[in-house]
């Protein structure tokens, strides 16, 4: 007596294929559960027990049951497999008419509860993207992931609310319920704040605009109350939709780190994660005994918003540095190596070292050199006179919506611009991109030259620069580089006192 | 010593905690063959440990081996189960496994708890060993 059944185990953002293998000999009614599972895996025989009475099938006793999950060397980590199980064993029993060719290409996950019903399980956006993968048809999953699990094109979704269900379903006694496609353009949520509401500050909102359009990092200073937090939240509205794509790969992010809304199965909007200065590095970056995704990975194509900059430890910053530069970040553990995307727009705020406890040299101990130099567009956030706040002059300043609009202009050149290559924004350009698109007028490369000679640049803070001007470009609908654009590039390489 | 017990068990002057637990047994033992089991024997001391009742199951072709809890009264608060202890467990599945070898028994075994109040059946827990 043998079945076969196929699962999925998440490592990273990856599914790796399971076989679950049931056994069984006449002996002590026992089950065994091999294949490196942990506790949770283990647990699963209670569940599958109660559960398979609960939906009224009996299963024989006195035999000794060993379940394997093959590979054997892959940990396998929590109840996704009890639904497999609970399905083997009735199969293997004869229990219902499941021949093994009605089994065969499909792949099944889920918790049980004790009464039979499917209770919610993580990574299902991975399951469905490596059953393509396997060429495996049909995915079951509980019904509370069925949307989830319709994402990814090409495979059939079984989304039945308990074991019973399932089973007439298997048996053709029933059809299976239509899962309801998550809305393919959900609404950008409303932004919160609105940069109509936001007064005066004209420079920052101009500032954010460039780094919503091409995805630059910014640091905001400014002394305490002048507006910092308001700003970096008004950001939220003037970030362009996700594409299909990318919406994908935020949600199998969250689906991995089981952060998933119920009832929100496909994140349409860009994340906005905001991080406290207590965070320790493994928090941000991800990691943990069996690597999962840090916050800069739940920011993947969206914010990560670190607010007192000052106050957080050089070492949990200095983490941040490469993901910031190649945009994931690899976990190595004794386990193995994961890689999540982190492909974030930062935004930090600070207090100006005049403000922040301590004095210039501390804060300049805290934020390193190097980290400075990842930072592309700095603001000096000045804060807004009374008088100014006091009128009202509701049509002077420019709504999100209207400068939304400029931003997903500016993000469509870019795409247009980039369609041949694997980038999509110009933060991402490498110094070929920046050659072959980065077109300078004499004048401009003039100013950039004596600029860089004036202050101190870097290669990186110059090719940073450069990626600046583009898009400044960008936002004027400019082929090329002009002297203004570079100019105003410039002024954003401000300094706030950070620098010696 | 073992004859001794089994000609007190007949007679009424049994102590009142054992007589309990013999009638629980008569009305287990009832209740199995009812169920459609056949008793293949009973009290068996194996060393230390005792096993109430051994039964074939012919719906599944396996031998069960049967520990029955006895109360006076059926009481929700004080259940026949709490009796059965981690150790008390550990000891009938010893037990079992015991007779199964010693009988040279190649098919399947489990066991089964058997509960009874007042005068009844009120649980039945098969296979107590799957975990």
Known sequence: ????????????????????????????????????????????????????????YRIPTGRSITVNLAPANIKKVGPRFDLPIAVGLLA??????????KLQGVAFLGELALDGTLRHVSGVVSAAISCRAHGIHTLVVPSVNGPEASLVPGIRVIAPENLRELIDIFLDLRQPDPIMPPASSAVHGSPVIDFADVRGQQQAKRALEIAAAGGHNVLLSGAPGSGKTLLAQALRGILPPLSREESLEVTQIYSVANLLPNDLPLIADRPFRTVHHTASGVSIVGGGQIPGPGEISLAHRGVLFLDE?????????????????????????????????????????????????????????????????????????????????????????????????????ARGMQARRFAKRSICTNKEMGIRD?????LLESASEELLKQAAERLHLSARSYHRTIKVARTIADLSESQIIRTPHVAEALQYRQNIGLDT | MQQNLRLRWTSDQLAPHLRTGRLG???????????????????????????????????????????????????????????????KRQHIIRAARRWVSEHGWTGGYRVDLVYVAAGRVIDHVQEMNWE
């Not at chain 1, 920046?434 to 980065?438: H, L, M, Y």
């Not at chain 2, 009742?53 to 109360?71: G, N, S």
């Open chain 1, 434 to 438: 920046i050659r072959d698109f980065c």
């Open chain 1, 309 to 409: 900059l000052a106050e957080f430890p050089p070492t949990v910053l200095d983490v941040l540095r490469q993901p910031l530069e190649d945009r994931r970040i690899t976990i190595t553990r004794a386990q193995g190596t994961v890689t999540f995307p982190a492909d974030v727009l930062l935004v930090a705020a600070m207090n100006p070292p005049q403000w922040a406890p301590g004095n210039a040299r501390k804060i300049h101990r805290r934020i390193s050199k190097p980290f400075l130099d990842r930072i592309d567009l700095t603001i000096d956030v000045q804060p807004v006179p009374i008088e100014d706040l006091r009128q009202e002059q509701e049509s002077i300043a420019e709504s999100s919506a209207s400068i939304l609009d400029r931003v997903v202009r």
């Open chain 1, 92 to 101: 293997m029993y004869d229990l219902v008419d499941l021949k093994s060719e």
């Open chain 1, 1 to 56: 007596m043998l079945t076969k059944l196929t699962s999925f185990t998440t490592i990273g953002l990856k599914s790796e294929r399971i076989t679950v293998e049931i056994g069984a000999t006449p002996g002590e009614g026992t089950i065994t559960i091999v294949g490196l599972g942990d506790m949770a895996v283990q647990e699963s025989k209670q569940r599958v027990k109660l559960a398979l009475r609960a939906s009224g």
């Open chain 2, 25 to 87: 047994e008569k009305t287990a033992e009832r209740y199995l063959q009812r169920k459609g089991y056949r008793v293949m024997s009973k009290n068996v001391r194996i060393q230390s440990d005792e096993i109430d009742i051994i039964v074939f199951d012919p719906t599944d072709r396996v031998i069960a081996f049967c520990e029955v809890k006895t109360r006076d009264k059926d009481d929700p608060d004080y259940r026949p189960d709490l009796n059965v202890t981690p150790d």
